[in-house]
C-alpha cells in the first residue's frame, strides 16, 4: 500500500475517533441528550474501524485511483488537532449549552478533515476499500442531516452562521 494512502487512511481513522470522544463528552456534560451523543459517537467508532479493517484488507489492492491521493493530509492532521483540542477544552469545561454543542457538532463534522475526506468518496469503482470508504463518508454526510433534525425536535436553534440562514432541516 502506497506510503500517502496509509497515512490519510490512519488519520481518517484518528478524526473518526476524535470526533467520537468529542459527543462522548457531550453524552456526559447534557444527559438529556446522552442516547443521541452516544449512538453518533458509536457510530463514528464503527467508521474508524472499517476504516482501520479496510486499510488491513487493501494492503494488496494494488493501485488506487489518482484523486484518493489528492487528498490533503495535512488539513486531515489540522482537523485532527483541533478536535483534540476540543475535547480536551470541553472535558475541562463544558459547552455553556445544547445548542453550543450541537453547533460544535455540526462544524466537527463539517471540518476540513471530512471536507476533503468526501471529495474522493464518489468515484464508481469495484474496490472493496473505495467502497468503505464511500460508506464512511454517506455516513457522515447523514449525520450533518440528523444533527439538525435533532436540532429541530428538540426547538434548538442554532446561529445563522453555522445553519447558513437556512431551515434547519431543509
Request: proline residues 4%; hydrophobic residues 35%; charged residues 30%.
Amino acid at each position: 500500500m502506497d506510503e500517502k494512502l496509509s497515512r490519510i487512511l490512519d488519520q481518517t481513522a484518528q478524526l473518526e475517533l476524535n470526533v467520537a470522544a468529542l459527543y462522548l463528552g457531550f453524552s456526559e456534560a447534557f444527559p438529556e441528550d446522552r442516547d443521541f451523543w452516544s449512538q453518533l459517537a458509536k457510530e463514528e467508532e464503527n467508521h474508524a474501524a472499517l476504516l482501520r479493517g479496510g486499510k488491513l484488507e487493501s494492503s494488496n489492492e494494488g493501485r488506487f485511483p489518482a484523486d484518493i491521493l489528492t487528498t490533503n493530509l495535512d488539513a486531515l492532521i489540522k482537523a485532527n488537532k483541533e478536535i483534540e483540542e476540543l475535547v480536551k477544552e470541553h472535558k475541562q469545561k463544558p459547552p455553556s449549552s445544547r445548542a453550543s454543542a450541537l453547533e460544535i457538532a455540526l462544524k466537527a463534522e463539517e471540518s476540513t478533515g471530512e471536507i476533503h475526506f468526501s471529495c474522493f468518496m464518489r468515484q464508481e469503482t469495484n474496490s472493496p476499500l473505495l467502497e468503505r470508504l464511500g460508506r464512511v463518508d454517506r455516513d457522515d454526510r447523514q449525520h450533518i442531516r440528523r444533527i439538525r433534525i435533532y436540532m429541530s425536535e428538540k426547538g434548538i436553534g442554532i446561529p445563522d452562521a453555522v445553519g447558513r440562514g437556512q431551515d434547519i432541516v431543509g
